[in-house]
């Protein structure tokens, strides 16, 4: 069974860092035994350029961005589990974003949409699962921006999960993460259609974006799988111009940046850009032990070596500091030439590791 | 002593990709006793925003881009060597580049300069050498591109060089890097002010240029420096938009981003940064080892283990290389937070070994 649908959640949505947002509308989709109870429920949060289509369903047969992971028989397994997946708060998948309208003006929200944070994106994922009267569930799991939800969850709900898994993900953003998302946010912003974030529907800061995505693949991916991968040798016919195409990484990087730049919104990719850099489980506390040390539930964290975007030292030391106080953790490096986004690649890997820490029973 | 001047090599000066540059002007300096014959002479190549302005001297008094490494009792002992440092072909420091006039029209070359290489950037230096009457020198020594033009001179003219020292450099760029490469020449042809490489002189596609320093700058140095020299925390008075300079690490990239963009040309950068991508010593040969192999003199040879734009792996491989077919080699990895720019911070380290290396009697 699968089904989907948008709630519309009313009333005023306070936001982290101050502000709100006057109502909020989340859309989602389930597979499963749709009238399984909470316990028997796990949550996959999507990351930055995924929405809640995690597999195919009847409502939409095509390839969902997890099909490999989440199914009958699969890491995420439909036979067992209930699966519950919501499109991120600000991502341009049918939740309220940018792209969405302000009740309180008639129009898109665009530029003018009130920054928001991962604390913010798991309170909305909150909210569905009381929409749905799933009080505590059995496990949330994400990967990248959807790991950093997936630990906030577990920070601020510590009665309502089971178990978690947390893939690629940081507790707190560092310096060196910021300059990278920083670059990328200003080639959007420095395209003259990028128009300080009113830009026209037919002229769209497509360049800008391109450039994002392009530094944004270099990111979730690793020297090692490009050098194995792409011809060393430039194009024996030229042209040797700076702004060729001369390598063949160049044509990969400017497929993936033209095919971006024309299904994701500018504005909603600014916003959860410096979303991921305001990441911090420590903020408004005293320290960020004490605001990790909110998570309770056992959790598996998983890093990868050649995650250049958010290494694996990250995830360690999060894990660690769980561990040195009492939390059941487990903590696994994956090696892997796919880098942050060996979530989208290893799935033998994942799928085995997940299946088990799900367990087979209810907690 | 010290002595500086331009020197015009009339005659076609055939390129390495074909074609040719009708004459070329080569800018340069020197240092120590200026009547030292070849074999006490030690040959400086510089990096991409480097001139031949590497250390003071009597027309310049303003430190140089290598004050720390050559002078009296340094690195580079200029009581003991005359040093010679060339601006390379196609930087806007004085040698002939985008920015000054093709004598075919009277007019900047602008972006109709002819794409070159570091070879062709090495037999520059052999020229000016011819012209200095210097057949042999004792020593050639350069990092970064500097590196690769040293490695490209003694492929080229292994007679004329008593040994090397090639710092962060590779004997050929991979996939990776031209990769890197790529985004920060994109960000500065998108820029509208970049006008197709026709900008005007009052409105030059500083945006642009300044995003592809930023992303230089995160290339230059590592996660390791960033995590521990900026603040983990945004400004606590915001603003926390996406364009807002909320992080120190932010301002740091601006304001770096901003100084290069204002004194950089940028057609110059493009030029470069693909002169960079065709680094290759097996460039007309049956295959690199035959390319690399070229190579006779002794050679001194250091990565920088947090090199993320050229990484160590890229320099022990050349190393080994040579070793392996019987070449004097000595390979050092240097533990640095500054990554790629190691050469720039790590004096002592450099200095010492630098100062060994030379050796005390000519060849």
Redesign the interface.
């Known amino acids: 069974m699968s089904s989907s649908g948008l709630v519309k959640i009313e009333g005023e949505f306070p936001l982290a860092?101050g502000g709100s947002l006057p109502e909020i509308e989340i859309r989602y989709e389930e597979w499963g035994d749709l009238t399984a109870p909470a316990d028997r429920t796990v949550v996959i949060m999507p990351a930055l350029s995924a929405s809640c289509h995690v597999r195919s369903n009847d409502d939409d047969p095509s390839p969902g961005w997890w099909e490999e992971m989440v199914g009958p028989g699969l890491g995420v397994d439909t036979d067992r589990w209930r699966v519950v997946a919501a499109s991120i708060l600000g991502a341009p998948f049918g939740s309220t974003s940018p792209m969405t309208s302000n009740p309180n003006t008639g129009r898109p929200w665009g530029r003018d949409f009130p920054?928001i944070t991962p604390a913010d994106q798991a309170r909305c994922h909150a909210l569905l699962l009381d929409h749905l009267g799933l009080d505590r569930v059995h496990a949330v799991v994400g990967a990248s921006l959807g790991g950093m939800q997936a630990l906030q969850f577990a920070a601020q709900f510590p009665d309502r999960i089971g178990r978690l898994v947390s893939i690629s993900a940081t507790g707190?953003?560092?310096?060196?993460t910021?300059?990278?998302r920083?670059?990328g946010?200003?080639?959007i912003?420095?395209?003259?259609d990028y128009a300080d974030g009113h830009y026209e529907p037919g002229k769209l800061p497509e360049?800008?974006l391109?450039?994002a995505r392009?530094?944004g693949?270099?990111c979730y991916r690793?020297?090692?799988e490009?050098?194995q991968?792409?011809?060393?040798?430039?194009d024996p016919e030229?042209p040797?111009?700076?702004?060729s195409l001369?390598?063949?990484?160049?044509r990969y990087?400017n497929h993936h940046g033209t095919r971006f730049a024309n299904v994701f919104d500018a504005n909603c990719y600014?916003?959860l850009?410096?979303c991921m850099?305001?990441m911090?489980l420590g903020a408004g506390f005293r320290s960020y032990a004490e605001g990790v040390l909110r998570i309770t539930c056992p959790c598996f964290i998983v890093g990868v070596d050649r995650d250049?975007l958010i290494?694996p030292s990250e995830q360690q030391h999060l894990a660690h500091l769980l561990e040195s106080h009492g939390r059941d953790v487990s903590f696994e490096i994956l090696p892997s030439l796919f880098g942050h986004d060996a979530f989208l690649k290893e799935y033998d890997w994942f799928g085995t590791r997940i299946r088990t820490w799900l367990g087979d029973d209810v907690d």
Chains 1, 2 share one sequence.
Not at 172 to 176: F, L, S, Y
Not at 189 to 192: G, I, K, V, Y
């Open positions: 860092l920054q707190k953003t560092t310096p060196a910021v300059a990278l920083r670059v946010r200003l080639a912003m420095n395209d003259p360049r800008g391109a450039v392009e530094l693949m270099i690793s020297r090692d490009f050098n991968r792409f011809d060393w040798d430039p030229g040797y111009t700076a702004g001369t390598y063949e990484v160049e990087l600014l916003l850009s410096r850099d305001l911090d250049i290494p």
